[in-house]
């Protein structure tokens, strides 16, 4: 395929080398890294003399004074006399006293000898031939990638397309069916599912599956979960009564965005998922940075549903409880290097808790709200 940018100056290959001298387009003839330096700047560096410190006119050291003058180092000077031809020395002084004789011998100039010069230009060419076949190499690895990323887009809208149609064909059947929803077991609700969301993964490309997970508390009064769909990821907690009417269940979720990691917490955060039978679930999510958004969902094979999930929840509780107006402010904070403070973790009257609550109530729905269906 055509390119709509030109790379050809681009270096693609891995220097070329012909001891003790390398070539690259962007370094040139190196020798240890080091490039050849032009005899004026040598004769600069060797013949230095520090001018001492930079006076007012009362003859006072001036407060700010320029940068003190660097030398460069021992392996520089030994690289400079391979690049002019001559014994390479290690110890500094030596190296720099052969330099500076040279120059002061040959008014303050050195040659390059032919047979370097002739190197020089045998290595160019030989790397700019050798960067050609690694930049066709590289287009056409970036080729088969880009290819494969749209083979796997495709499949998964196939497989998008493949359970909305699936979906229709369910919801079309409970319409004409038009009789009431029995509850579900927990059983039916719980488990590891794939998740559709064309507004999701449409409008930001996502690379992989989008996926939910949905358990019950330790006495089954709440559903926890955890999802993560590509750009953004969080925890679930359901704010609706269990069994749930019309097997519709509200939540109330916290999570993240996963580029710059800001999270994301408001009352606004709503989630709303009915249990069609079959391991089906639809509903809607709101997120501030899509609005409500349509979820289509199919649960697992019959492994991912009969896992223990309690160790999960666990987490879950923990990672949601977790992310608050505390949390955010530090997080905010330490993104200029300041300290926002220690972990404070938030809890609410009603929240599930890790042990028994006073009232012996152990998922702690204290203030006698059994639906938790309070969004404000």
């Not at 990638?145 to 409970?174: G, N, P, V, Y």
Request: some cysteine.
């Amino acid at each position: 395929m055509s390119w709509s940018f030109d790379d050809s100056d681009r270096e693609f290959a891995a220097p070329i080398s012909s001891p003790p001298f390398t070539f690259s387009r962007s370094g040139g003839l190196e020798v240890n890294r080091y490039a050849r330096c032009a005899d004026s700047r040598l004769y600069d560096l060797l013949t230095y003399v520090d001018p001492g410190p930079v006076l007012t006119k009362k003859g006072k050291p001036r407060v700010h004074q320029p940068p003190p003058h660097k030398d460069e180092t021992a392996a520089f000077y030994e690289a400079q006399l391979v690049h002019y031809g001559l014994k390479p020395l290690k110890t500094k002084p030596a190296a720099k006293n052969t330099l500076l004789g040279l120059l002061k011998a040959n008014d303050r100039t050195l040659t390059v000898p032919e047979a370097i010069l002739k190197l020089e230009s045998e290595l160019a060419i030989q790397f700019e031939a050798k960067n050609a076949v690694a930049r066709k190499e590289y287009h056409a690895r970036k080729e088969r990638e880009r290819e494969a990323e749209e083979l796997k887009r495709k499949k998964r809208k196939r497989e998008e397309e493949d359970l909305i149609a699936e979906f229709c064909k369910t919801t079309s059947k409970k319409a004409k069916s038009n009789q009431p929803s029995t509850p579900l077991p927990l059983t039916e609700l719980c488990g590891t599912y794939t998740i559709v969301a064309p507004q999701v993964s449409d409008g930001w490309d996502c690379d992989g599956p989008l996926t939910l997970q949905l358990a019950p508390s330790s006495t089954g009064s709440h559903l926890w979960g955890s999802f993560n769909f590509d750009i953004f990821e969080g925890t679930l907690r359901s704010r609706s009564a269990l069994p749930a009417v019309n097997n519709k269940v509200k939540f109330h979720w916290r999570g993240q965005e996963n580029g710059e990691g800001e999270t994301t917490f408001g009352p606004e955060n709503v989630a709303e998922f009915e249990f069609l039978g079959g391991g089906k679930i639809s509903g809607t999510m709101y997120w501030d940075c899509l609005g409500k958004f349509n979820v289509m969902g199919k649960l697992g094979p019959v492994p991912s549903r009969n896992r223990d999930f309690s160790m999960d929840v666990s987490t879950w509780k923990e990672e949601y409880w977790s992310i608050n107006d505390a949390s955010y402010e530090r997080a905010r904070v330490g993104r200029w290097g300041g300290w926002g403070g220690d972990e404070d973790e938030e809890r609410e009257p009603n929240s599930d808790t890790d042990g028994p609550s006073e009232d012996g109530d152990e998922d702690g729905d204290e203030d006698g709200d059994e639906d938790g269906d309070e969004w404000e």
